[in-house]
Nanobody, 127 residues
């Protein structure tokens, strides 16, 4: 069983930065491919970023490229999402998710590729 806990959300002005963290606990906690998704009220869950177990492979949603950076520290069993140049449209509840194995599957951008989910952390960007 894998348990995920997000933190680091909050209220920030447009142009500001936040760093989200996802603490992973459970067996083989450093051995999972990880993803970040977000969901705004009334909208579908949206892919944000993904990283494989080693950190060598990373992917981003189109609107996040150049602004967001995903990373992981396996010694701390934590995955991070550094978010810069935030915009009001980035306002959402952000979720981290763990895949069922170390490697990113071909549908890494789909929530169906992930087996475990955290409860989410709210990010609000004011204009």
């Amino acid at each position: 069983q894998v348990h995920l806990v997000e933190s680091g959300g909050g209220l920030v002005q447009a142009g500001g930065s936040l760093r989200l963290s996802c603490a992973i606990s459970g067996s083989y906690s450093s051995s999972y491919a990880m993803g970040w998704f977000r969901q705004a009220p009334g909208k579908e869950r949206e892919f944000v970023s993904a990283i494989n177990w080693s950190g060598a492979s990373k992917y981003y949603g189109n609107s996040m490229k150049g602004r967001f950076t995903i990373s992981r520290d396996n010694a701390k069993s934590t995955v991070y999402l550094q978010m810069n140049s935030l915009k009001p449209e980035d306002t959402a509840n952000y979720y981290c998710a763990a895949g069922a194995n170390p490697y990113l599957s071909g549908n890494y951008y789909s929530s169906q590729a992930y087996a475990y989910w955290g409860q989410g952390t709210q990010v609000t960007v004011s204009s």
